[in-house]
């Protein structure tokens, strides 16, 4: 049996950690059928997530696994671009590789000090303005570079070249053509939790509700990040089952005991 979770929140409220740390409580309760450790446990898993930058592409759970309604469109752009997949899902190479649409070269900085230095020396597009522009001047025609970060990029095929030309549940076709094989590797568990990392339309939160599934969304006030990315706007639908709010603190005992409350509730559903 698959249960469906989704995570919803604005860009920079914390969607994949929260996926991650929800990953670890599933796998740690299903595994003991108790809370017992579980702290020391979280407390692990939040040095891995402030250490690595790519945690969620390297984990690895017996019971989760991790979906996401852009998968196929950022194998796509491996494909096209040759930037490897596993960047795609780290918030550092999303905004630390820059592309340029014109011939599909790419630079990856090292430290904040290169990407700043990228930054500076070129004239970097958001998704919404490449729209517009290709709209108004013809962009592709006139230009001799076309400078994107790789988040941008992603939005930009996923939202405007896509979804324009083969509607908008383009992605959620994709999965349901494809999910077939994931849940045959995972047929051999009782019951497996797939989170989707980030739902970003209705017919997105539509389709996890349709499988039975529940939604959480994430408050972060004080960490959203600036930028007109449509493609991560959170868009005018209220529904949700949980919520859990960040201050920033990943270690505090009432976002702990929130995360267990959910998790409890999920297992019982």
Not at 90 to 108: G, P, R
Not at 200 to 208: G, L, Q, R, T
Request: aromatic share 14%; hydrophobic share 35%; glycine share 4%.
């Amino acid at each position: 049996m698959f249960k469906y979770i989704g995570i919803r929140g604005h860009r920079g409220a914390g969607k994949n950690t929260i996926s991650y740390l929800l990953a670890v409580a599933l796998d740690h309760y299903t595994r003991n059928n108790s809370w017992d450790g579980f702290e020391q446990v979280y407390n692990d898993a939040v040095e891995r997530v402030m250490e690595n930058e790519s945690f969620l592409a390297e984990s690895e759970f017996k019971n989760v696994f991790f979906e996401s309604f852009a998968d196929t469109a950022k194998v796509v752009l491996n494909q096209i671009t040759g930037i490897p997949t596993d960047w795609m899902y780290d918030d550092w190479h999303k905004e630390a590789v820059i592309i340029d649409l014109k011939d599909f070269s790419f630079e990856s900085a090292r430290d904040k000090l290169m990407l700043k230095s990228l930054k500076e020396e070129r004239r970097l597009y958001t998704a919404d303005e490449l729209v517009e522009k290709v709209k108004a001047v013809e962009i592709f025609k006139k230009e001799e570079h076309i400078y994107l970060t790789l988040r941008e990029l992603i939005a930009y095929f996923s939202k405007y070249v896509m979804q324009t030309f083969f509607g908008q549940d383009v992605w959620i076709k994709s999965l349901e053509n494809n999910k077939w094989e994931t849940e045959r590797f995972y047929a051999s568990n009782k019951t497996v939790y797939k989170i989707f990392i980030d739902c970003k339309f209705p017919s997105e939160i539509s389709y996890i509700y349709k499988n039975k599934g529940c939604i959480i969304k994430i408050n972060r006030d004080n960490n959203v990040k600036s930028g007109t990315n449509i493609s991560s706007e959170l868009k005018n639908d209220a529904r949700f089952d949980y919520e859990i709010n960040l201050d920033g603190n990943l270690k505090n005992p009432d976002t702990i005991e929130t995360i267990k409350s959910i998790t409890s509730k999920i297992i019982l559903e």
